[in-house]
């Protein structure tokens, strides 16, 4: 309505002109200053709305294969992927807001009797940065993100699957001040974010009564794998009476000491746990948070229905290299006796885990995605990481760090906007 009201002014000042010849010019000449702050004044409400922005990619995948007396083999089975990827930005003036999630859950049926169903893909990414212009195209930022999964996961193995993770076990957590540069170019948005103020909190956590139940879960699975794969009622009924007198006589305590504790175990895994400099014993603990320096660049790329966007994510600690376990060893056994220790008690000579300056965990992630006919959408999504102190297992069984790499590619019902 104030901008009806506004023409109106107008043309009755256009019109009293042309008919009122003893007008006062400078009466005039106010009002059209005033229209021109007015019409100023829009503007900037006009481009205050806009200010927001938000956008993204939801969809599912899904991929399915039948076979019928299929003489090369293989089993049927069912294959589905639901992911997310939403952008929201404000930008205003000299303020910059920016926000990004990114998720994905998978399952896969399998038609056999064991482990029908499996998890394949489990995601959580948000990442929050703040940033004020102090010259253009460079921020003053304050940056915030988290990563984790949502559900347990297991190793698929033949008889009972072990947990190998869990919904905080792992998760990282970083927070950091830093300068961020953007700039946008032929359709391509660009990022380049340094902070020499960065801090990391990695958790393994469990509580009590979650690892205790999962430590049974340890102690009996192989059990009530007999039960559930029994091959009549009597076996079955056996495997049960076993089940039933080791359920009995299980102790937490006594299988802890004797069998090791499934905290302890994914807490050595994502390398939570820190070295007692007198003994060189690990002391075992939730989380590790770390003061270090972070690096974090982004690519995102829009062509009419093609999207493209990459990111990179450094961190290296502060800490330096630390004091020396198989010097605390050979005081205690003999020199020379560290060499006679086992392949993996002997890969980690320092106390913190290979975690010291120089040596950098890497988040790599890249994103394609096409979409036609509206609806359909074609996606390829790559995560590579490399964490120090994080422990992954060869065939032979030998703990190391290993570069980590995951592929999707998919074809389903998606929308993008």
């Known amino acids: 309505m104030k901008f009806k009201h506004l023409l109106l002014a107008v043309c009755m000042i256009g019109t009293s002109s042309v008919y009122a010849q003893d007008v006062d010019k400078a009466t005039v000449t106010g009002n059209a200053d005033a229209a021109k702050s007015a019409g100023d004044d829009l503007k900037k409400v006009d481009t205050g709305e806009k200010a927001w922005k938000f956008d993204g990619t939801v969809g599912l995948n899904a991929a399915a294969t039948g076979l019928m007396n299929w003489a090369a083999g293989g089993k049927n089975n069912v294959n589905g992927i639901v992911y997310g990827k939403l952008h929201l930005l404000y ?103 340094l902070s020499p103020i960065a801090g990391r909190i990695a958790t393994a956590y469990v509580g009590d009564k979650w690892n205790q139940r999962y430590t049974k879960e340890s102690y009996l699975g192989p059990l009530q794998y007999d039960i559930d794969h029994a091959a009549d009622d009597a076996a079955r009924a056996i495997a049960q009476g076993l089940y039933d007198a080791a359920e009995a006589v299980y102790d937490y305590d006594v299988y802890k000491a004797a069998y090791g504790d499934f905290r302890q175990s994914l807490q050595e895994k994502y390398g939570t746990y820190k070295y007692d400099k007198t003994t060189g014993d690990k002391v075992f603990r939730d989380f590790r948070a770390e003061f270090g320096l972070s690096f974090k660049g982004a690519i995102a790329y829009t062509y009419q229905d093609f999207k493209l966007s990459t990111t990179l994510a450094l961190f290296s600690p502060y800490q330096g290299k630390g004091f020396s376990l198989k010097d605390i060893y050979e005081a205690a056994n003999g020199a020379g006796s560290w060499v006679g220790r086992d392949v993996n008690s002997n890969y980690f000579e320092y106390s913190n885990n290979n975690r010291y300056f120089g040596h950098f965990d890497v988040d790599w992630d890249v994103n394609l995605s096409y979409q036609f006919l509206k609806c359909l959408q074609v996606t390829l999504s790559t995560s590579l990481k490399y964490y120090n102190g994080t422990l992954i297992a060869d065939k032979a069984g030998n703990l190391k760090e290993r570069v980590q790499l995951k592929g999707v590619l998919g074809l389903g019902i998606g929308y993008s906007f």
Do not use: M
């Open 91 to 193: 930008h205003k003036d000299a303020i910059a807001w920016e926000t990004n999630f990114d998720t994905d859950f998978g399952l896969t049926w399998i038609d056999q009797e064991e482990d029908a169903f499996q998890k394949s893909s489990d995601n959580i990414k948000l990442a929050t940065k703040f940033g004020w212009e102090f010259h253009p195209t460079w921020y003053l930022t304050v940056l915030g993100s988290f990563q984790s999964q949502y559900s347990l996961g297991r190793d698929y193995v033949a008889g009972y699957n072990p947990a190998i993770s869990k919904w905080l076990a792992p998760s990282y957590t970083d927070i950091s001040v830093g300068i961020d540069w953007k700039k946008s170019y032929n359709g391509a948005d660009f990022s380049i974010y």
